[in-house]
Every structure is written in structure tokens, then in C-alpha cells.
């Protein structure tokens, strides 16, 4: 036994060593793994500090940018359409800012009653919008216009609903202070303020303004928080001043509009052209459009402005012509006798006839009596060639140069071979056609001593009117004389047909036109075109006014009955407002004698 004791005493003297060896490595690996997790955070630290320096100094603008680009943004500002004006000033056309209501749909998820909340707000159907929001998230947009062109009020409150993700912006929209009265000429611009018909349409690039720029500071889901600068102010767009003086064109539009509902008429037309610019001071229509709501408008033949438009053939007013064509011939005086018996006559198959059997007439009668069968004799005589010639240099068969959309040449024949008939009609203005204001530039050559000069929508300053192209379509003394037979037609003293175009104090020179309308089966016997040209005064030619009223009902039909009395009232008025002198006043002039 105390071998066995002595024995386990030597075993514990023997593994007293082994234990302060193992304290020595457990020392040894506590000191290393303290020494290792500080070199860990070191080189963390030190990562952190290398990424902070790089991040901070050395690349410090370049996620500057990085970030600016998420939280920054550059969005445009709306620019202002120009403004349409009368020659006075008289605003026909005004942008006026307007705010739009739209949602941000990016990072956004809008629920079911905020969606409904926004829908009751603007008055709209809550299912529709929910159905048009989640079509425009699966097509990847990110902002939609949910109701455009509020009142500011209206817009107000709707967005202190506070529903989050809706936003307001602001638009122009356009308004026609003038409505119908002005809408054929103007035209009109769509929601996003395009042009789309009139003038509007012909100078979009020229009204239109220049978007600006400015930058902002939006949060993740694409909220504005603050306005940081404006880089580009918006440069509103070109104001366009019109020839129009909307005085006359209120006068003329009223005026055709009375005729137009008296005779039930199909429509109607009436041009006042400038005889010494060739600016067109009033263009109206009938039936017109109201350029603010549309909505509910099917019919659109109503935005045509038919003085541009549309054709008709001229009839009687291209008797002018004719007589003018055959005093130019040399074959013809003013005097020329030329016998109408028996009032009518048949031209290979075709009978031509005048309304009463007027017997004898001198050339100038024949425009006063507006004899068919006069016109056609001159023409059997002198050839079509003349007749045709001079319809063409007075402009008939080609556009006027107005740039307006849809505006038609009309058509001016011309056969290889003319037939008799053919010979006879063009004389008395069938088988051509023309525009209202084609019809108003041929005549102002007559009432300008035989100058032919472009016509104009726009104003023109007085350098531009002196540098006009102007070409000596007929001679001054010539177109004297037909301004002369002219007069005629409105004097009762002279046998004249349209004394209701007479206006009080002033002297007035015209010709009358009533032409068959074509029909299924031609020529229809009860539709007609009812013309009137007029000029005044006759002394110096200020104005040329052409009145047209297509298909009027009831047993007056003739132009001197329909188109003669509009002519009257709308000169009439424009006189006074032009503060035209007048030079017919005789009974004064005696009285003053006395």
C-alpha cells in the first residue's frame, strides 16, 4: 500500500509540469486572439476610414452627383401661347393659366378610399379611376393626369385632401373672348394648347412659347419638397395681330346671321376685303361653332371656314369680267348697241334666256339688266380665250395666298376645244368656280384701277402695304368704266336690280348673282346661290364687301333680294365705323347753297 501511495505521488509530481505548460498556451492563444479581433477592427476601422476618405474626398463630386440625381430634379415650366389680335388690339385669342391635377404613380400605392376620396373630389367615378391608375402602373408610367384645367380654387381643395402622390401643375389654357363670332378665322388649340384648325393651326411654331426649366428636390416616392433654382425662364410664345377689325367683323357676323335665319338659308358667307392693303377687316360664316365647347359638336363641317373653303360658281358677278374683257377686245365701246330679242335663245340644244325680254341695250346695260343673252353674244364674238384670260389674272383658278388650311383654288376650265354652250355659260359665270374671297380680290382690281395686289389675314404695317407686289391687271380709264356700269346696278334712275344695296350718303357700285345649284339630276330648278359684290364709295373705292347666301327658302331668291339688303346694312355700318366722308349728299350740299 505504500508503494501504491508513493506511486501516485510521483504521478501528480510528473503532470505538474503538463498543467503550467497548458496555462502558458491558454495564455498565449487569449493574448493572440485579442491581438487578432483588434487587427479585425483596425482593418474595419481602417476599410471604413479608406471608404469614407473615398467617399468624402477623393470621389466626393462624383457621388455627389450619384445622389443629387435621386433627389434632384430638373422639370419643365409651361410657357404662355402668344396672344391673337384685331389690327386695334382686341384680344381674339388669350392663354390663361389654369392648374391639372395628376398622380405621381412611381413607389406609389394608392388605396381604395383615397382612391375614391380623389374621385369625389373632382366629381369623377371612383371605379373608373381606380381601373385607369392600375392600367397606367402595368404599362410602367409614372405620373398621369387625372383632371386638367381647374380653377385654382377647385384645385386647392383638392389637394389639401392631402391624398398622398397627387400633385398639381400648372397649364395654359386657351380662351376665345369672341367665340363664335371670330371661330372660322382663329381656329382653336387642343388640351395640350396645339393648334389644331384656323390660324391657330397655321401659326402653331410661330404662338407657341418656349418651355423653361427648373429644379427641384423630390423624396423617394417622387414628391416635390422644395424648389432648389429656375435654370430657364419660359419665354411665352409670339403675339400674332390679325387684319381683322373686329368692329366690322361683330357688324358682318350679326348681320348674316339675321339673313341666314330669315331666308332658313343652307349657309352663308360674307368677305370685307380692303381695296388699297388687300386686308381682309371681316370674314364670317354661318352656320358657325362655339371654339369653347365642342364636346358635343358632330357636325364638323360647321369649323369650315367656307369663305376659303368652299366653291360655288360666281354666276352674274363674272358679267364684269366679260363686258371688261370685251372693251379690252377693241371690238366694243360703252355704247355698242347689242340686240337681246326675244329674251332668249337655244345654243346647240341648250336654252339661254334672260328673266324679261329686254330688246336693246347699250354694253353698259348689259351689266345693268344682267342680260344672259348680252353676255353671250359678246362672247360668240370676241372668243372665250379673252374672257378666260382675264378671269385668270384677276386671280379665279388659283389660291390667294392666305396660307389657311383647306383653302381651295376653284376651278377656272379650260378645254382644248370650247363648244358653243361652253362659250355662252362661261360668260355668265357657269361652269367655274371660286371662293367668297376670291370673288372679293378679282373685284378690288376694279375698284383699284385695274391693280391686282395679294390679300392678307394678317396686318400689315404701312412699309409692308407700300411694298406690296402690285400688277396692272386692266387699265386705270378702263376699270373706270366698268366701276361706272357697276353703279348702275344699285340706281334706281338707271334701271338698276339691286336697289336695296343702296346705303344712305354714300355712292355704291355692285353686281348681283343668282346661280342654279347642282343637284342629283343637275341643275336644280328651285335651289339657288344668292350674290352680291359691292364696292363704296364709288367716288374712291375703300371697300369691297361679297355677300353669298347658298340655298335660302321661301319666293325670294334672287341676289339682289337675299345678299343686296346684308350688303347694305353691313356698309352702312362699316362706314360710320370706319369714318369713311361721305360722297353722295346733294340735298345737303343744296341746302347749304341756299
Known amino acids: 500500500m505504500g508503494e501504491k501511495k508513493g506511486g501516485r505521488a510521483r504521478n501528480k509530481q510528473r503532470r505538474a509540469p503538463a498543467s503550467g505548460y497548458s496555462h502558458e498556451v491558454g495564455n498565449w492563444l487569449k493574448f493572440w486572439r485579442l491581438n487578432f479581433l483588434l487587427f479585425l477592427m483596425f482593418v474595419c476601422v481602417g476599410v471604413i476610414g479608406w471608404r469614407l ?4 474626398i477623393l470621389n466626393r463630386s462624383f457621388f455627389q452627383n450619384e445622389g443629387n440625381n435621386r433627389t434632384i430634379r430638373t422639370v419643365p415650366l409651361e410657357a404662355s401661347r402668344g396672344l391673337i389680335l384685331d389690327r386695334n388690339g382686341e384680344p381674339l385669342a388669350v392663354s390663361t393659366p389654369l392648374t391639372s391635377i395628376g398622380i405621381n404613380l412611381k413607389n406609389m400605392k394608392l388605396d381604395r378610399p383615397e382612391i375614391q376620396a380623389l374621385a369625389d373630389g373632382l366629381g369623377l367615378n371612383g371605379d373608373v379611376l381606380a381601373s385607369r391608375i392600375q392600367t397606367n402602373l402595368r404599362m410602367g408610367r409614372n405620373f398621369i393626369y387625372v383632371k386638367r384645367h381647374l380653377p385654382p380654387a377647385e384645385a386647392t381643395r383638392v389637394l389639401d385632401l392631402g391624398v398622398p402622390g397627387v400633385e ?11 367665340g363664335e363670332v371670330a371661330a372660322h378665322i382663329v381656329g382653336f388649340s387642343n388640351v395640350d394648347d396645339v393648334g389644331q384648325e384656323g390660324l391657330e393651326l397655321v401659326y402653331d411654331e410661330y404662338l407657341k412659347g418656349s418651355p423653361g426649366k427648373r429644379q427641384v428636390v423630390e423624396d423617394g416616392r ?12 419660359a419665354e411665352p410664345g409670339n403675339d400674332l395681330e390679325l387684319s381683322i377689325d373686329f368692329r366690322l367683323q361683330n ?24 381695296v388699297a392693303s388687300g386686308e381682309v377687316l371681316a370674314m364670317a360664316n354661318q352656320p358657325s361653332y362655339n371654339p369653347h365647347n365642342k364636346s358635343n359638336l358632330t357636325d364638323f363641317s360647321l369649323m369650315r371656314n367656307r369663305a376659303l373653303t368652299d366653291v360655288f360658281e360666281p354666276g352674274s358677278t363674272v358679267k364684269a369680267f ?8 377693241g371690238m366694243y365701246h360703252p355704247n355698242t348697241i347689242i340686240e337681246t330679242s326675244p329674251g332668249w335663245m337655244m345654243v346647240n340644244g341648250n336654252e339661254v334666256k334672260d328673266i324679261h325680254n329686254y330688246g336693246t341695250l347699250k354694253l353698259g346695260q348689259v351689266i345693268t339688266k344682267s342680260s344672259n343673252i348680252g353676255t353671250s353674244k359678246i362672247a360668240f364674238d370676241i372668243g372665250p380665250e379673252p374672257i378666260r384670260d382675264l378671269l385668270e389674272r384677276v386671280g379665279f383658278g388659283r389660291v390667294t395666298g392666305t396660307g389657311f388650311p383647306g383653302e381651295r383654288s376653284g376651278v377656272l376650265p379650260s378645254p382644248v376645244r370650247w363648244s358653243k354652250i361652253e362659250t355662252a355659260t362661261l360668260s355668265y359665270g357657269y361652269g367655274l368656280s371660286a371662293t367668297a374671297l376670291q370673288l372679293a380680290q378679282a373685284y378690288s382690281v376694279i375698284a383699284d384701277r385695274g391693280i391686282l395686289k395679294p390679300v392678307s389675314l394678317i396686318k400689315l404695317s404701312n412699309g409692308e402695304v407700300s411694298d406690296l407686289p402690285r400688277q396692272q391687271i386692266v387699265s ?21 336690280s339691286a336697289i336695296e344695296a343702296k346705303v344712305p350718303f354714300y355712292t355704291v357700285a355692285g353686281k348681283t348673282g343668282t346661280a342654279h345649284v347642282v343637284g342629283k339630276r343637275g341643275y336644280e330648278e328651285n335651289l339657288h346661290n344668292s350674290l352680291f359684290v359691292g364696292l363704296i364709295p364709288v367716288s374712291k373705292p375703300k371697300l369691297v364687301i361679297v355677300v353669298v347666301i347658298n340655298e335660302p327658302k321661301g319666293s325670294e331668291h334672287y341676289g339682289g333680294q337675299v345678299a343686296a ?7 352702312s355700318g362699316a362706314m360710320r365705323v370706319l369714318n369713311i366722308i361721305p360722297d353722295n349728299l346733294p340735298h345737303l350740299l343744296s341746302a347749304g347753297s341756299e
Open 222 to 233: 417622387g414628391n416635390i419638397l422644395e424648389e432648389i433654382t429656375t435654370l430657364k425662364n
Open 251 to 274: 357688324l358682318a357676323y350679326k348681320e348674316l346671321k339675321a339673313e341666314f335665319i330669315k331666308r332658313r338659308a343652307k349657309s352663308a358667307t360674307i368677305v370685307v376685303l380692303d
Open 53 to 56: 476618405s473615398s467617399v468624402q
Open 565 to 571: 339688303p346684308v350688303f347694305s346694312r353691313v356698309a
Open 476 to 496: 386705270p380709264d378702263l376699270s373706270l368704266e366698268i366701276l361706272d356700269m357697276l353703279s348702275s346696278v344699285v340706281d334706281a334712275g338707271r334701271g338698276g
Open 168 to 178: 398639381s401643375r400648372t397649364e395654359y389654357q386657351r380662351f376665345y373672348p369672341q
Open 322 to 329: 366679260t363686258i371688261a374683257a370685251a372693251l379690252e377686245s
